[in-house]
């Protein structure tokens, strides 16, 4: 059940996503459905299929609602990026209860814990990617910080639980589910191990 769950979340994703507004125009990533692919596919495989199951749940029915949850997710990333223009449609968002924000901030906790391990033992990978923090976001550039917190807050609070329950699992297991993440993406690129593919991407 997990490769069809993962394939209709990725098709349903890659849709909302290639459809986001921007000022500028379409941007690059958004003629790019193979990495779309590998990122996205990436962080699903992290996840157990009742996770998978709840996110599939909530892509389907923010469709039959008009909603489209990458356009949200932008939008939450501008609150640190863009403040002044995030001010102006922040009112066009979904409200959040004080219960899932709780649950979102523990779950932003965990992955900065994580994603800081993984920049230790792999900084040249990591210096290919975003910034850690939300201090260090620009307009120009959004942090794993916000960027985790942005589509947390798209999640349901139904999905928030559920992730939230899986992150202190991996976390009491011993787990960083950063750089299981990380591995998946690496492995479509040819590297069988993350330290491989760090070695493979030394300046």
């Known amino acids: 059940m ?3 769950l993962i394939a209709t979340i990725i098709e349903l994703e890659w849709g909302m996503f290639s459809a986001v507004n921007n000022a500028g125009g379409r941007a690059p990533c958004q003629m790019d459905p193979a990495t779309f692919e590998i990122m996205r596919s990436s962080q699903a495989n992290a996840w157990p299929e009742e996770l998978l199951a709840s996110w599939l749940a909530d892509l389907t ?3 039959q609602a008009g909603r489209n949850l990458m356009s949200e997710k932008y939008a939450w990333m501008m609150e640190s990026t863009h ?3 995030f001010a102006r449609i922040a009112d066009r968002l979904p409200s959040i209860d004080v219960g ?3 649950l979102i901030e523990d779950i ?3 992955n900065l ?3 800081e391990e993984v920049a230790e033992r792999y900084p040249a990978l990591s210096d290919r990617g975003r910034p850690i ?3 260090e976001d620009t307009p120009g550039e959004t942090s794993f910080e916000t960027y985790l917190r942005g589509e947390l807050k798209t999640y349901s609070p139904r999905t928030v639980r559920l992730l939230h329950a899986h992150t202190a699992d991996q976390k009491a297991r011993g787990i960083n589910s950063v750089a299981e993440t990380l ?3 690496v492995r479509h690129y040819g590297y069988p191990s993350l330290g491989q593919a760090e070695r493979g991407n030394r300046r």
Do not use: D, I, N
Request: proline letters at 8%; charged letters at 25%.
């Open 100 to 102: 899932t924000l709780a």
């Open 133 to 135: 923090y939300t201090a």
């Open 113 to 115: 814990a994580w994603k």
């Open 83 to 85: 403040p002044e223009e």
């Open 183 to 185: 591995l998946h993406q």
């Open 2 to 4: 997990r490769e069809p």
């Open 108 to 110: 932003v906790a965990v």
């Open 61 to 63: 029915e923010a469709g």
